[in-house]
């Protein structure tokens, strides 16, 4: 039966990988390449992103790629996510949401505890907005009224592999194919005082779609603090550098922007180019008890000063850092009888300075996380996780922003699949 899920699982990846995506909805996913993420996987973002210097055996390790060598047996773990967003402003509030499957990811267990492999896809980041931006028109008596949009960002399909080089030494390699598409518009529109429309309204459209493979490096090394206990050093390094892409950019009518055949000014017509995303690094420390506790903190940072859009454009970015501190428990691993006792229980901080810079301010984001693993059987899991939080200020004319976070998912398990049948 198992054998079927994954034969099912594989042709899906290469079915959906074309439409795949997640809805951010955040309102500063406008800016850049929207909102990168830096979760991981549900049992990651029950822990604030806990996942560069400690993994389980029993969920898919992609945030370390050294890790995936803990997968000691097969293991296919998916996800939904759903986000609701309440936005605030000076004078104005509004409910937001939206959601989608998170991440599919396979771990395949070659020779076990030496040399593990891997695959799945993932969200690198995502867009999704609606933005309505009153302004007067300078020396006049004339109001213009802009209608942002935007919907897409960047996937991955990805394969890992993860090596132990050496006694409690390990390394990964995480390559990725990235493909995605962005598409926004700006819809201008100009009144007089009387909200009389003058002039003839008009649309800006962008439609990027990028095309191109990244590679993650990371490595892993724990020692014994004591019979029971282990203390984790976990490290990656992400590189992206010039993202190929393809770009449509037109200002026309509005109806007209998106196409190709009516009147307009081209910007891009079906150009190529380049995206340039920077580098992305992070660090971590955990220390483990043995089947009882874990606790740690990781770090990441990212330098969006350095990103290009299409167009050769900063966009007047600036380094994003994030700082997560995780623990999880189970309250008794042997304990058959009481299932409750044998689940697995979450929590975590996340801070982070944000890429965005707007009226001389920094976008910061905090929230703290919870999640659990309740066991279905001997081996798989249902996962949840849920993360509360604020990103943002109302001062300087900005958008705060105070959401909720709900991921669902689960962990089918298997330590026959690469055991030879002998009975039929």
């Known amino acids: 039966m198992l054998r079927k899920i994954v034969l099912w699982v594989l042709c899906t990846l290469l079915v959906i990988s074309e439409g795949f995506g997640q809805n951010s909805s955040s309102t500063y996913s406008a800016l850049g390449i929207g909102e990168f993420s830096y979760g991981g996987q549900i049992q990651n973002q029950g822990m604030g992103g806990l996942g560069i210097s400690f993994g389980t055996g029993w969920s898919a390790n992609a945030v370390n790629p050294a890790l995936s060598t803990r997968n000691t047996i097969f293991n296919f773990q998916a996800s939904l996510n759903y986000k609701r967003i309440g936005v605030k402003n000076d004078t104005e509030n509004s409910l937001v949401d939206g959601g989608g499957l998170s991440y599919l990811a396979i771990s395949l267990p070659v020779k076990t505890g030496k040399f593990t492999a891997g695959m799945g896809i993932g969200q690198i980041s995502s867009i999704n907005y609606r933005l309505k931006v009153d302004s007067p028109v300078n020396n006049s008596d004339l109001k213009a009224e802009n209608n942002l949009e935007g919907d897409g960002g960047i996937s991955e399909a990805y394969v890992n592999f993860g090596y132990l080089i050496a006694k409690n030494l390990s390394f990964g390699a995480h390559g990725s194919y990235l493909f995605g598409s962005s598409i926004r518009s700006n819809q201008l529109l100009i009144f007089d005082q009387s909200q009389v429309?003058?002039?003839?309204?008009?649309?800006?459209?962008?439609?990027?779609?990028?095309?191109?493979?990244?590679?993650?490096?990371?490595a892993h090394y724990f020692f014994k603090t004591s019979e029971k206990s282990n203390l984790h050093l976990g490290a990656i390094y992400q590189t992206f550098g010039n993202v190929n892409g393809i770009a449509f950019a037109k200002l026309a009518p509005i109806g007209q922007a998106n196409s190709v055949k009516t009147d307009g000014d081209f910007i891009a017509n079906n150009e190529r180019g380049t995206i340039y995303l920077p580098n992305r690094y992070g660090f971590g420390v955990s220390y483990e008890k043995n089947n009882k506790f874990v606790i740690g903190l990781e770090g990441q940072y990212q330098d969006f000063s350095e990103y290009r859009n299409f167009f050769g454009e900063s966009l007047s970015l600036q380094a994003a850092q994030k700082v997560g501190l995780g623990f999880q428990i189970v309250p008794d691993f042997m304990d058959f009888d009481k299932l409750l006792n044998r689940a697995t229980y979450r929590m975590g901080l996340e801070w982070m300075r944000t890429p965005y810079f707007?009226?001389?301010?920094?976008?910061?984001?905090?929230?703290?996380?919870?999640?659990?693993?309740?066991?279905?059987?001997?081996?798989?899991?249902?996962n949840m996780a849920m993360k509360v939080g604020r990103r943002g200020t109302v001062d300087n004319g900005l958008i705060r922003e105070a959401y909720v976070n709900f991921t669902l998912g689960f962990s089918l398990n298997d330590n026959s699949w690469f055991y030879k049948r002998v009975f039929e």
């Open 197 to 218: 429309e003058v002039g003839r309204a008009s649309e800006y459209y962008e439609r990027i779609s990028v095309s191109d493979v990244a590679l993650k490096l990371g």
């Open 358 to 382: 707007i009226n001389e301010t920094t976008i910061n984001d905090i929230g703290i996380n919870f999640g659990t693993s309740i066991p279905v059987n001997q081996l798989s899991l249902l």
